[in-house]
């Protein structure tokens, strides 16, 4: 079965790091590009970060640019998101996605396989 | 505020058919893909690119785009089809991928 499944979040103070984790399984991982959205309590989705199928390739949103460090190993078929600084406007479920193609922003862009997604609270 | 705008809500009979449009410039360079989300649950892709549907997905769902507009439609709308819809594509600078503010489709 095609899966990703993320783990890492939990409650934060403002200010803090958290590292959240992707596990990938039922795919050839180094076939395709990821990526990491953001959904806010009730609200609708924002793209945080995207990395292409070697590493060569990487995007973040202006919101977290500066502050998130998107990486993968696909010895481990693993993504993860480097979050430090964070802020209170963080607070989101995180979701952790596969692109349809090995590299980002190629004018066909779309995530066909999502996890269920980690909470990040930061509050202090 | 998105630099991908959709109408907030939207309802349609069962079985007729609905368009749920995605507005702005970057739509005029770059397709859109449309994200089908029901409560509790992960989004879906249920479009991408010009018209690509991924494995699973009903053919009643079908993406267009007419200059800054990109449209889903529906035809033959089915209980299980109410729920939030998302598009995405680029924004403005090309350089970042966006998602406009959500639809959310009542089937009555």
């Known amino acids: 079965e095609v899966q990703l499944v993320e783990s890492g979040g939990g409650l934060v103070q403002p200010g803090r790091s958290l590292r959240l984790s992707c596990a990938a399984s039922g795919f050839t991982f180094d076939d395709y590009a990821l990526h990491w959205v953001r959904q806010t309590s009730g609200k609708g989705l924002e793209w945080v970060s995207g990395i292409s199928w070697n590493s060569g390739s990487i995007g973040y949103a202006e919101s977290v640019k500066g502050r998130f460090t998107i990486s993968r190993d696909n010895a481990k078929n693993s993504l993860y998101l480097q979050m430090n600084s964070l802020r209170a406007e963080d607070t989101a479920l995180y979701y952790c996605?596969?692109?349809?193609?090995?590299?980002?922003?190629?004018?066909?862009?779309?995530?066909?396989?999502w996890g269920q997604g980690t909470m990040v609270t930061v509050s202090s | 505020s998105s630099e991908l705008t959709q109408d907030p809500a939207v309802s349609v009979a069962l079985g007729q058919s609905v368009r749920i449009t995605c507005q702005g410039d970057s739509l005029r360079t770059y397709y859109a893909g449309w994200y089908q989300q029901r409560p509790g649950q992960a989004p879906v892709l249920v479009i991408y690119?010009?018209?690509n549907r991924p494995s699973g997905i009903p053919d009643r769902f079908s993406g267009s785009t007419s200059g800054n507009t990109a449209s889903l439609t529906i035809t033959g709308a089915q209980a299980e089809d109410e729920a939030d819809y998302y598009c995405n594509s680029r924004d403005n600078s090309g350089n970042h991928l966006v998602f406009g503010g959500g639809t959310k489709l009542t089937v009555l």
């Open positions: 690119g010009k018209n």
């Open positions: 996605a596969r692109d349809v193609n090995p590299n980002i922003l190629t004018g066909l862009d779309g995530f066909d396989i």
